[in-house]
């Protein structure tokens, strides 16, 4: 069965049997008793994947068509444009299924090598899901603080991560803006907390679904105060990203900003925030 027939027969059988409204037990078990993990591993971790990414950069997109999310936008001056956006979902086409849907395609011959459990039964438990996200999130934000700075070479910038920085304010959909061979040097980063840390399927879907959440949100261009994923200690957030964007120099890290400060390369970012609450203070007085 291809991914085609996979879809259009999840599609059809919904009518009879509809996950969302199951429990997840129920949901799960139905699952592993239609499809084989081959398909699961596979077309399950493409659609996951597909679905989770656009689903989280539709509220940005849409947020530059309504005006009371303009006080929101971190970088006013330089709003989204149509032809930036179709640039944009044209390299990222490209990058999804020509670099990354091979690397996905393989995730069930990695998961048949290290072991890995598809049955309801041996899903973790959520604290324990909770701990091993978060450990993930550490191993590819010191992995992306490396290689990202290193991509930041005057030798190298050019040739690679210069696409990236195609956008000086970004937007969702810029999160895997790049250049193929930056996705797949940063993008490893991702497979080693999977190496490390995933001991189910779910796992792994859990883990996709986390980092793009991050991801999405530190290129989302708009600053929404009450934001959960403040809650994570050192989370550097859309504010802290943006500033790269913008700057191209400093602020290194993926998700956090412990690396950033131990090396001091937050510095500009600091005088930058500095200067603002300068600002601020002399308009009120």
């Not at 005057?154 to 040739?159: F, Q």
């Not at 937007?171 to 040097?185: L, N, W």
């Not at 907390?193 to 989302?220: P, Q």
């Amino acid at each position: 069965m291809d991914a085609v027939e996979f879809l259009c027969d999840l599609a059809a059988n919904g009518t009879a049997f509809n996950p969302l409204t199951e429990s997840f037990e129920s949901s799960w078990k139905w699952m592993r008793g239609r499809y084989s993990d081959f398909q699961i591993a596979t077309v399950g971790s493409v659609v996951c994947h597909e679905i989770v990414y656009f689903a989280l950069c539709l509220p940005g997109f849409l947020f530059q068509f309504v005006p009371a999310m303009r006080k929101y936008k971190i970088q006013k001056d330089k709003p989204e444009t149509a032809e930036g956006q179709w640039k944009c979902f044209k390299l990222l086409m490209l990058n999804h299924f020509g670099v990354q849907l091979p690397l996905i395609l393989s995730s069930y011959m990695f998961t048949q090598l290290i072991g890995i459990p598809f049955d309801y039964e041996s899903i973790p438990p959520w604290y324990n899901i909770l701990l091993r996200m978060y450990a993930c999130l550490l191993v590819e934000d010191t992995w992306h603080y490396f290689f990202h700075r290193l991509l930041h070479h005057k030798r190298l910038y050019k040739h690679v991560h210069k696409i990236h920085h195609n956008f000086q304010a970004p937007f969702g959909m810029v999160a895997e803006y790049a250049h193929p061979i930056e996705t797949m040097v940063l993008g490893f980063g991702f497979f080693i907390g999977i190496m490390l840390f995933a001991n189910h399927i779910f796992l792994l879907w859990t883990w996709m679904a986390v980092r793009l959440i991050e991801t999405i949100d530190v290129h989302s261009g708009y600053n929404i105060k009450l934001n959960p994923l403040h809650i994570l200690p050192f989370y550097g957030g859309n504010e802290y990203h943006d500033f790269h964007h913008m700057n191209f120099v400093g602020n290194y890290g993926s998700t956090f900003t412990f690396w950033d400060k131990l090396f001091g390369t937050d510095r500009q970012w600091r005088e930058y925030k500095a200067k603002q609450e300068v600002d601020e203070l002399k308009k009120t007085e």
